[in-house]
C-alpha cells in the first residue's frame, strides 16, 4: 500500500488544519494506520491511530479533545483534524499503515509509510 499525506500548512494559533493520509494499492481497512509527528530537534512522536476495525486511539492530554482521527471508507482516506493548534504542534505530520501492530505507539511497528506534510502554527 501506499500512502499520500496532504493537507499540512501554516496557521495562526487557535486556527483548524485538516489533514489526509490517502491510500492506494491496498484497502485501508485491512491496516492499522496512525498519525506521528516530529518536531525540529526532536524524535518521532505518536499522535493518533484508527485501526482495521474502525476504533481509534488519541495521544496524551495535550492532543486529547483537540486531535480527532477519522476515515472515509469510500475514498480510501484516513484523515487527521486538528483544532485549537498551538505553536508546539508545529511539526512534520506522518501517516503510516501496517496490518501487525504490536504496539501502536511505536513507530518501528509500521511497516508503509507516506511522505510528511508540514504543519506551522504561528504565534
Known amino acids: 500500500v501506499q500512502l499520500q499525506a496532504s493537507g499540512g500548512g501554516l496557521v495562526q494559533v487557535g486556527g483548524s488544519l485538516r489533514l489526509s493520509c490517502a491510500a492506494t494499492?491496498?484497502?485501508?481497512?485491512?491496516?492499522?494506520v496512525a498519525w506521528f509527528r516530529q518536531a525540529p530537534g526532536k524524535g518521532r512522536e505518536f499522535v493518533a491511530q484508527?485501526?482495521?476495525?474502525?476504533?481509534?486511539?488519541t495521544s496524551d492530554d495535550s492532543m486529547k479533545g483537540r486531535f480527532t482521527i477519522s476515515r472515509d471508507i469510500a475514498k480510501n482516506t484516513v484523515y487527521l483534524q486538528m483544532n485549537s493548534l498551538k505553536p508546539e504542534d508545529t511539526a512534520v505530520y506522518s501517516c503510516?499503515?501496517?496490518?501487525?501492530?504490536?504496539?501502536?505507539?511505536?513507530?518501528?511497528?509500521?511497516?508503509?509509510w507516506g511522505q510528511g506534510t508540514e504543519v506551522t502554527v504561528s504565534s
Open positions: 503510516a499503515a501496517s496490518s501487525v501492530i504490536p504496539f501502536f505507539s511505536n513507530p518501528r511497528s509500521y511497516k508503509y
Open positions: 494499492g491496498g484497502t485501508l481497512t485491512s491496516y492499522d
Open positions: 484508527i485501526n482495521s476495525s474502525g476504533g481509534s486511539t
